[in-house]
């Protein structure tokens, strides 16, 4: 397979490790050459293209399957010129960030019998597998209770960059949250029917920032005397990919990596609370911190026959760290400590490069064009719900029955 990427940040390193021990990587693009220039320097015989012209790009270079790794807001753009040429696609989650342009993808991979793969990693996860596994032994699922905690390190980031704008990501019930709903959706078999949701910009932010005393005076940390010893402030001179990438990039289009995260222009929550009821007749309950001590998640499925729990611990004090414990609780018997598989090498526990060899493998079971739409379904209703003070019925903002049939 001759395979070609847009988007040339960190995430596009993975994809282009994993994917040439399976292929060959023929082409890169990215709106950036400087960042091109970057990448080339472990492919450098791989020729770089304009993000504005992907479309040439596959025809010169006889890409089989174009990788998109740009910014969430530009995937609908990518993918539908790749499935118009007569290309197979395989997207960064999320799929992209609004119901219209998830209607334009939708459209063109019918018309154009070519498929779209969303790369949701988490479901690779050997912990992720094993919930999937151990769920039939607590019946049928009534609720789950799902709590994500970003910490502030990782959290952070979310609002030094691109993200923290929702016209680029959605927000992050869209951007992050996506992995978190289609876990779900693939662990019950379900679709999100109606979703309530509340959130606000409780910690980042001008004002949050002034409020709790965390706010200094500065816009961006590069060259910044207020950022020197602020513990939220990216030093993008201390990592040398960082700097490549990003500090040494400005000068082509002006993006600053390292925004003062309690500065202005953050249009984006960063403590949301869901409820989900699927079509399924199961309730979630789902929170997302974007600011916390510590680093991890915790599930919870309540079932007729018994409870299953997974609590996760990845970070804390700002290192990296990893504990986890899987418990099951059958009616009327004693819980049980279930042994957890290895976690083995690369990123995401593993989950990145078993997700990419499944890819190569058997491309036909990956999560679909419509996985992805079902995903971000309930970021975008939430997203609506929020912003409206009332519940919304994700069969009204987009009815995938069109395309499920």
Not at 1 to 19: D, F, N, P, Q
Not at 294 to 323: C, P, Q, T
Not at 362 to 369: F, K, V
Request: glycine share 8%.
């Amino acid at each position: 397979m001759r395979y070609a990427i847009v988007g040339t940040g960190h995430r596009a390193r993975t994809w282009a490790s994993e994917l040439s021990r399976h292929g060959e990587i023929v082409a890169l693009a990215d709106p950036n050459p400087a960042r091109i220039a970057v990448f080339q320097k472990n492919f450098p015989s791989v020729p770089g293209y304009s993000a504005e012209d992907v479309g040439r790009m596959l025809d010169k270079e006889r890409v089989d399957a174009l990788v998109v790794c740009s910014v969430d807001a530009t995937h609908d753009s990518h993918i539908v010129t790749a499935l118009q040429s007569g290309r197979d696609v395989i997207t960064e989650k999320p799929m992209t960030t609004t119901v219209t342009k998830c209607r334009r993808i939708l459209e063109a991979e019918r018309r154009s019998g070519k498929r779209v793969t969303v790369a949701f990693n988490y479901r690779y996860h050997p912990t992720h597998e094993q919930v999937a596994e151990l769920l039939p032994r607590i019946g049928e699922i009534g609720s789950v209770h799902f709590e994500w905690l970003l910490n502030t390190s990782h959290g952070a980031d979310y609002f030094r960059r691109w993200h923290r704008d929702r016209a680029n990501s959605g927000g992050l019930l869209v951007h992050k949250a996506t992995h978190h709903f289609d876990l779900v959706n693939w662990w019950l078999g379900a679709a999100p029917q109606t979703v309530t949701a509340f959130g606000r910009l409780f910690f980042y932010g001008k004002d949050a920032g002034t409020k709790h005393g965390y706010a200094r005076d500065y816009v961006r940390a590069h060259g910044a005397a207020e950022a020197a010893d602020d513990p939220f402030a990216l030093d993008l001179s201390a990592q040398d990919d960082l700097r490549e990438l990003y500090l040494e990039a400005e000068h082509e289009d002006g993006y600053h990596r390292d925004q003062n995260v309690f500065g202005d222009g953050v249009t984006i929550e960063d403590d949301m609370a869901v409820l989900v009821r699927y079509d399924t007749g199961a309730t979630m309950s789902y929170h997302l911190t974007a600011y916390s001590p510590w680093e991890g998640y915790r599930i919870a499925f309540n079932g007729s026959k018994g409870r299953l729990e997974l609590d996760m611990n990845e970070a804390a004090h700002g290192e990296k760290v990893h504990s986890a414990a899987l418990r099951l609780h059958e009616i009327w018997q004693p819980p049980r400590e279930i042994p957890l598989r290895r976690i083995e090498r690369g990123g995401h526990g593993g989950a990145d490069g078993r997700m990419i060899d499944a890819l190569v493998r058997d491309p036909a079971n990956m999560p679909t064009a419509l996985d992805g739409a079902r995903s971000i379904l309930t970021g975008l209703a939430a997203n609506e719900s929020m912003a409206t003070a009332r519940s919304v019925r994700a069969h009204d903002l987009l009815d995938l029955s069109e395309w499920e049939r």
